[in-house]
């Protein structure tokens, strides 16, 4: 298998592994390009490669991140690996520093003053709801200007003109926190948004942490990640990135931007955010634009899933040693099903405790045995219908604190919380072992 440095050899292992579904059929980025992305995560189709896309003669790549199978060949391990590998990188001791290089392959190509228009990136418009084209697979790459600590993270943006973006930022991200610090608050920000990536830099900035995202993404992939400095902006910038925009944010010069399909699977307020001048985009011969499609697999991975679960397992092998828990994509990051050994009647309770207070977004949980496979939402729901006592088997935490984009939960993200053991209660009543057939190789059995 070809190693994976950046998009392209991504691209290359994907179609390597079946994983990657090439379209050349024509299609609008008026929400089709979206519609079909959307459809192959759902029939497990592979990520989208759509070469041939009305309107510009760019490539456009979608939903890499968006499976467990695609998940475990960005993280080069066995999908039943993830969360070790997460759970390594994630330590501090193990960040790998990025390397510094001079020339990168986005200087080759350069707008910068009155040649500066968004309008030359394929920015798609996805789903029905967007207030209008958004940049949403980019990485917003900032610096702490009293410490100089690196930062990665993603903020959604809305084209407003050729060179300007509305960029939504949230006053307890690390982005809003730098431009806080300063003497001047309300003075341009320096900001470059790196688009068409290598997934362990993907991955990496999803995770909120104390330290530079980059050394994540180098403690994932066994070396530091090659950055260069930006051609407008003094920041590091990944030297393998397709497409880089480079800017200033202005706080004090705001304007409405939104709506936006957001994780929770609705339509995102309109915020007076901050807006974002562009001082030049850069890119490498022949790029590849590419996009996350909002309120869907991928947005949920990133952000969601990868950088959360590793911190559920630590949390509630505390109680049970063996253990395990998954955030599954369809419950928005807001769930969590963990499997167990049951041998005491009290054990699902605690373990759904823990996992409510790992992270604040986590509501409702699931406690479920090894007979059931924890990532097929089928069998958990069966195990919700034939295995809880409604009166016994759940519980209720009121006006705990969650996530303030949390639909159940008012503004300020309180809400209830809500504990469900799922497990065999055999001393109770005893039915035996679950009905099953295995599965056979159905190519020996049909012309």
């Not at 990657?20 to 759902?42: F, G, W, Y």
């Not at 180098?218 to 990135?241: Q, S, Y």
């Not at 109680?319 to 769930?335: E, K, S």
């Not at 939960?409 to 497990?423: E, F, L, N, P, Q």
């Amino acid at each position: 298998m070809a190693e994976i440095r950046d998009l392209r050899s991504f691209i290359t292992v994907l179609r390597e592994k079946g994983q990657l579904a090439e379209i050349s059929k024509e299609v609008s980025m008026e929400h089709e390009l979206a519609d079909v992305t959307a459809s192959l995560a759902r029939s497990n189709g592979g990520a989208a490669l759509f070469s041939n896309v009305e309107g510009t003669n760019l490539p456009i790549f979608a939903g890499g991140v968006a499976s467990h199978t695609r998940t475990a060949i960005s993280l080069d391990c066995e999908p039943n690996s993830i969360i070790d590998v997460m759970s390594e990188a994630l330590k501090i001791p193990n960040g790998i520093p990025p390397r510094q290089v001079k020339v990168a392959e986005w200087h080759k190509n350069c707008l910068t003053g009155e040649d500066i228009d968004l309008g030359t990136l394929p920015i798609p418009k996805h789903s029905r709801g967007d207030g209008g084209s958004f940049i949403t697979g980019a990485v917003s790459i900032t610096k702490d200007p009293i410490s100089g600590r690196g930062n990665l993270s993603y903020n959604r943006m809305l084209v407003l003109e050729k060179n300007i973006l509305g960029f939504n930022v949230n006053e307890w991200r690390d982005v809003g926190t730098f431009m806080k610090s300063r003497p001047d608050p309300d003075a341009p920000f320096p900001v470059a948004l790196a688009i068409g990536l290598d997934p362990a830099i993907m991955i990496a900035a999803g995770v909120r942490t104390t330290v530079d995202e980059l050394l994540i993404a180098g403690a994932i992939r066994g070396e530091g990640i090659e950055v260069c400095k930006g051609i407008t902006v003094d920041l590091d910038i990944p030297a393998r990135a397709e497409i880089v925009i480079e800017g200033h944010i202005r706080p004090a010069d705001r304007s409405p931007e939104g709506p936006l399909a957001e994780f929770h699977g609705y339509h995102g307020e309109m915020w007076d955010s901050p807006t974002l001048e562009v001082s030049a985009i850069a890119f490498r011969d022949n790029p590849i634009y590419q996009t996350i499609i909002p309120g869907w697999y991928e947005h949920i991975y990133i952000g969601n899933i990868l950088p959360r679960e590793p911190l559920l397992r630590k949390q509630i092998r505390h109680i049970d040693p063996t253990a395990d828990v998954i955030i599954p994509p369809y419950g928005n990051g807001f769930m969590a099903v963990i499997q167990i050994d049951r041998d005491n009647p009290g054990t699902p309770k605690n373990l759904a405790l823990a996992a409510m207070t790992a992270h604040i977004n986590i509501r409702n949980v699931v406690v479920v045995d090894r007979d059931i496979n924890m990532h097929e939402s089928s069998e958990v729901l069966w195990a919700i219908t034939n295995r809880v006592h409604w009166d016994r088997d759940v519980f209720k935490i009121s006006e705990a604190q969650g996530h303030e984009m949390d639909p159940t939960a008012d503004r300020r993200g309180v809400s209830t919380k809500v504990g469900i053991d799922a497990t065999y209660k055999r001393e109770r009543r005893e039915y035996g072992d679950r009905v099953a057939y295995p599965s056979v190789d159905l190519s020996e059995y049909l012309d």
